[in-house]
């Protein structure tokens, strides 16, 4: 178990510019959930999937922000456009569903976003 | 909708006390699950502890245990012998059970702080 892996770890980037971020779940994991933090807050649901088929989509997630997880193995978070709205903690957490029900979410360190 | 509730933002206590932390909860759902997570300063978020609701007897996981109160929406936790090393941010949070669950629903957050 090597644990949920984000990449990068921190990025910076003008406004209006694309970013992408990239979570590698626990392996034997089905279930794969995208969180954004901001300071002095809790993480806020975006959007999770179940092997490669996203399930469910929070409304915070606008049309600019798109998930994918081709594979059912990592998953891609990317931005278009960036706006200063956007600088938060991205999260990405992982966790086995099926059989025993639920089972915890492992989340992975984040990716720290900063628009200039 | 869920919404988790966290009234206390910051805690201090003296090491080895204990102490606890509250969490109030509104759903009208029947079985779900419920968690404390500790996010230690720049670090990532760990489970601390786990309670379904279908669960009469309150969970606990060495040192740390919980007062489940489902009539009241009541999810405390509780430290004991408290440690320098359990000073971070503790998140309480809220997920559906079921196979159309989506993400946890997270409070705001308790900043505790050990002293020593």
């Known amino acids: 178990d090597t644990g949920v892996s984000q990449n990068p770890r921190h990025k910076i980037t003008k406004r209006g510019q694309n970013v992408t971020f990239r979570c590698d779940p626990i392996?034997?994991?089905?279930?794969l959930y995208w969180y954004r933090q901001t300071l002095g807050q809790g993480p806020e649901f975006l959007t999770y999937?179940?092997?490669?088929?996203?399930?469910?989509k929070s409304r915070l997630l606008s049309d600019r922000f798109s998930a994918e997880r081709p594979k059912g193995s990592f998953s891609t978070l990317e931005i278009q456009r960036t706006e200063q709205g956007d600088s938060a903690m991205y999260l990405c957490a992982s966790s086995l569903w099926g059989g025993v029900g639920n089972q915890p979410q492992h989340f992975g360190d984040g990716t720290r976003l900063s628009i200039l | 909708a869920q919404t988790v509730t966290q009234s206390q933002p910051e805690m201090s206590v003296q090491e080895a006390e204990t102490v606890t932390l509250s969490c109030t909860y509104d759903?009208?759902?029947?079985?779900?699950?419920l968690f404390w997570y500790k996010q230690p300063p720049s670090r990532q978020m760990i489970l601390v502890i786990r309670q379904e609701a279908y669960k009469q007897q309150n969970a606990t996981e060495n040192r740390f245990s919980v007062n489940f109160q489902k009539a009241a929406k009541s999810f405390s936790l509780k430290i004991s012998d408290s440690q320098l090393g359990d000073t971070a941010m503790y998140f309480c949070?809220?997920?559906?059970?079921?196979?159309?669950?989506?993400?946890?629903?997270f409070g705001k957050g308790t900043h505790l702080i050990i002293q020593p």
């Open positions: 949070a809220f997920m559906k059970a079921g196979g159309g669950a989506d993400g946890l629903t």
């Open positions: 392996s034997e994991h089905n279930r």
């Open positions: 999937f179940q092997n490669e088929a996203q399930l469910e």
């Open positions: 759903t009208s759902e029947n079985n779900y699950y």
